[in-house]
């Protein structure tokens, strides 16, 4: 992270890029950006996913109804990054209250994936990862529910970390499925990744589900400086999940390159066992059954009385026109899910779904906490069963989702940790390995993926 100018640098780059790809929502008008506050990220531009608060700019989640909405507070990775000197560079453009996996719901246009414009960048995290892809920032700042940090990293060629559910702050991140939301970084190496991890992550007292048990953050900041230790590949044991890796939708050319890069790993001592876990491919039923019930109750206060944009007023006390005409304002995708979310938790579904949802979750934990007894374990999967989807894709048509959905949702649903490491390319697309650890194995997750670089 050693540019002479850094923000200059990046200025010019969004002037050109911006128009190009459509990756910010709004970019910041940091006026005096002579004097650099000293620290860690002293200078440094860094592009933040729009559903994570910042005091003072505009923080829309992409949608009509938040528009207008300039938060009074930052979100904690906010402030800790500008506490070391970093800059918010802008705002990125992201599907609607995150919510998607091609960036095509967003209220402004979808973000074009700089490697083909014809094609998705991946979502929800769409514009962090062509800010990063596109060399106009080095690092970003995503949210991972269910893959949006790891599947715009494996679609744009760069690196993408979900931490370990709690190991970051949510405070100030605008919840979209509260019990698997969390914030991570993007960027094109995984020293810079780790640095800006290592300072955004840590307990605070405003968010009661983050901690920070036993893990050194001098430590943490350590691996970003230090020399990769190769050794540790040795100790490495990668599952594979055949059930996964047979998915009908896979992409085979993607698949030989996967066994491939496995071999590689091999040839450094790691060690490849292969299993069988066919629940994997309900995951993304169990997701979807507990991200639309979470989103449901999460988007009620976007009312236009609570939050959000008023549009019309309360006339002879019919509040029931009042909710419905301002809660146009949200998307298409958005409706489906608040609607699909509150028939799952009405009365007499609830125990049908919602139940049923929580118990496949926690017997999914059980069983992959049996399988990853190890810290040096790792279950081992493509970043991306198929290659990026054009722009135009039909999200309705959940075939090809579902296909990109069960790895990565996986981690979300057990709270792992899971990073995306590109691997080079394939026929001009993208490749790249996902890893998934147990609970609270970031360090050692991260010190794989630098050996790995
Ligand atoms: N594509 C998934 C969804 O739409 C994941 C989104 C996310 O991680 N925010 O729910």
């Known amino acids: 992270l050693d540019p002479e100018k850094p923000f200059e640098d990046a200025v010019e780059q969004a002037i050109k890029n911006d128009p190009k790809y459509n990756i910010f929502i709004t970019l910041t008008s940091n006026e005096d950006k002579s004097i650099f506050k000293k620290g860690k990220l002293s200078g440094i531009p860094i592009a933040v996913k729009d559903n994570i608060s910042t005091k003072g700019i505009r923080t829309t989640c992409a949608s009509k109804i938040l528009e207008d909405y300039v938060p009074g507070y930052s979100a904690t990775v906010v402030e800790r990054i500008e506490a070391e000197g970093g800059i918010i560079f802008g705002k990125t453009n992201m599907d609607e209250f995150a919510m998607g996996a091609l960036g095509t719901t967003s209220a402004f246009g979808p973000t074009l994936n700089n490697l083909n414009i014809e094609l998705s960048p991946g979502g929800s995290s769409s514009g962090s990862a062509v800010a990063v892809s596109s060399g106009t920032v080095k690092l970003a700042l995503g949210s991972d529910t269910g893959g949006s940090i790891r ?221 990853l007894n190890e810290e040096t374990k790792f279950i081992v999967t493509p970043g991306s069963l198929i290659r990026p989807l054009p722009l135009k894709y039909d999200a309705r048509d959940l075939s090809k989702l579902n296909a990109v959905d069960a790895p990565l949702m996986l981690a979300n649903l057990i709270g792992s940790p899971a990073i995306v490491i590109p691997t080079g390319f394939s026929q001009s697309s993208p490749k790249s390995l996902q890893l998934i650890g147990r609970v609270w194995s970031d360090y050692t997750l991260l010190s794989i993926a630098k050996a790995i670089e």
């Open 151 to 371: 599947l715009p990293a494996a679609w744009t060629g760069i690196y993408g970390f979900k931490p370990t559910y709690g190991f970051v702050s949510r405070y100030g991140l605008i919840s979209y499925a509260d019990s698997m939301d969390q914030i991570g970084p993007l960027a094109t190496n995984i020293s810079d990744l780790i640095l800006l991890f290592s300072i955004i992550s840590g307990s605070d007292e405003r968010d009661p589900t983050s901690q920070f048990p036993g893990i050194n953050k001098e430590k943490m900041l350590k691996l970003a400086y230090s020399e990769a230790d190769v050794d540790i590949l040795k100790k490495l044991k990668l599952i594979v999940i055949k059930n996964l890796i047979e998915h009908p939708q896979a992409d085979e050319g993607l698949i030989n390159e996967f066994w491939k890069d496995l071999k590689m790993l091999e040839s450094y001592g790691a060690s490849i066992e292969l299993i069988d876990e066919p629940l994997i491919l309900k995951i993304p039923q169990i997701y979807y059954i507990i991200a639309f019930s979470e989103a449901s109750s999460n988007l009620a206060r976007f009312d236009g009385l609570r939050y959000g944009k008023r549009i019309s007023n309360v006339e002879k006390n019919d509040y029931d026109s009042f909710y419905m005409e301002n809660r146009t304002l949200f998307g298409w995708e958005v409706k489906r899910r608040i609607l699909l979310g509150t028939f799952i938790l009405s009365k007499g579904y609830y125990e049908t779904y919602y139940v049923k949802a929580l118990k496949a979750r926690t017997y999914l934990r059980k069983r992959i906490d049996r399988i």
